[in-house]
């Protein structure tokens, strides 16, 4: 099993920035894709950002394009999200997820899942 915990979030004013980390224990020599989701009050959980562990190859959902980065460093297992020029509409609680297979930025590929980190922007 891996495990992921999720820090970082927090309230920011609208176009500041904010960093989430992902920490992942447990078997994570098999991890093929880390992405970052998130869910606000009353919508679908979705996705945000991925990373493919092995390659690096990124993909980002539209709405954060341009905004956000994505990256790993896995010498320390840790995967971040780089936020910046936030928008109230980034309001959600964020999830940190791991793929041992497929890497698309769809809920059902991802078996592993982080508590959440709640980002407020105002």
């Known amino acids: 099993h891996v495990q992921l915990v999720e820090s970082g979030g927090g309230s920011v004013m609208f176009g500041g920035s904010l960093r989430l980390s992902c920490v992942a224990s447990g078997y994570t020599y098999n991890r093929n894709c880390m992405a970052w989701f998130r869910q606000a009050p009353g919508k679908e959980r979705e996705g945000v950002a991925r990373?493919?562990?092995?390659?690096?190859?990124?993909y980002y959902a539209d709405s954060v394009k341009g905004r956000f980065t994505i990256s790993q460093d896995n010498a320390k297992n840790t995967v971040y999200l780089q936020m910046n020029n936030l928008l109230p509409e980034d309001t959600a609680m964020y999830y940190c997820a791991a793929s041992l297979y497929y890497c698309s930025l769809v809920v059902s590929n991802f078996a592993y899942w982080g508590q959440g980190t709640q980002v407020t922007v105002s």
């Open positions: 990373i493919a562990t092995g390659s690096g190859n990124t």
